[in-house]
């Protein structure tokens, strides 16, 4: 069965570095997300991507956050310079339109531990 | 601001027996919902969905019932099993491009 997949499962940081995060979605699917979950807290919305460009963003994803899906496969999150407060799971989810309609059930994959020290 | 809550954030029930998941939201305009399901260390993983059009949608052992008068939904397991145990979520399609708005999860343990 197609799965998303991401890599790595565990990234440790120095504040102020740039990290990022790789993902690659279901090959068939169109739209791409990713999340966050801070310990303890619920999953938020970071950036949806469609089409090459993004499609919406949260307040959450400033200016040093930026997405790219640079060969076709991989779709990456990147951020520039990691703060204590973006130490967070990270999760990649990918889905395909349903129907003519623009819901989508999204995949999720396995998250990315981001801790930054 | 939270626009889909769970106000249960456990709940514990015998193996064998229904288990109910609750969830409201603010927003009367969202129109297609998701229940997700999380074991530690995993991504969310799909479960079922219902749109705004339908007030009840089953697969399997699980079923989900939508009050749109009420802004509730309520996720259905039945008959509960151990490997049910999990961290359940709720999330409602928050914009066009589908971005969901989660729910903060309601920890299930069916216990054998």
């Known amino acids: 069965e197609p799965e998303v997949t991401q890599t790595p499962s565990h990234q440790v940081t120095q504040m102020g570095q740039e990290v990022i995060l790789r993902c690659v979605p279901i090959?068939?699917?169109?739209?791409f997300y990713w999340y966050r979950q801070i310990l303890g807290q619920k999953v938020e919305f970071l950036v949806s991507?469609?089409?090459?460009?993004?499609?919406?963003k949260s307040e959450i994803f400033d200016d040093q956050f930026s997405v790219e899906r640079p060969d076709g496969s991989n779709f990456t999150l990147k951020i520039r310079s990691t703060k204590l407060e973006d130490s967070a799971m990270y999760f990649c989810?990918?889905?395909?339109?349903?129907?003519?309609?623009?819901?989508?059930?999204?995949?999720f994959g396995p998250g990315t531990r981001l801790t930054v020290l | 601001d939270q626009q889909v809550k769970q106000n249960s954030p456990s709940l514990s029930v015998q193996e064998g027996r229904i288990s109910i998941l609750n969830c409201d939201y603010t927003?009367?305009?969202?129109?297609?919902f998701l229940w997700y399901k999380k074991y530690p260390a995993e991504g969310p993983t799909f479960l079922i969905s219902?749109?705004?059009?339908?007030d009840k949608n089953e697969d399997g052992r699980f079923t989900v019932f939508l009050n749109k008068s009420a802004k509730h939904l309520s996720l259905h397991i039945v008959p509960s099993q151990p490997g049910d145990s999990a961290v359940y979520f709720c999330?409602?399609?928050?914009?066009?491009?589908?971005?969901?708005?989660f729910g903060k999860g309601t920890k299930l343990s069916v216990k054998p």
């Open positions: 989810a990918s889905g395909s339109r349903i129907g003519s309609g623009l819901y989508n059930e999204q995949f």
């Open positions: 090959s068939n699917h169109l739209y």
């Open positions: 991507f469609y089409n090459n460009e993004i499609s919406e």
């Open positions: 927003n009367s305009m969202f129109d297609y």
């Open positions: 219902i749109s705004s059009i339908k």
């Open positions: 999330a409602a399609n928050g914009g066009s491009q589908g971005n969901l708005i």
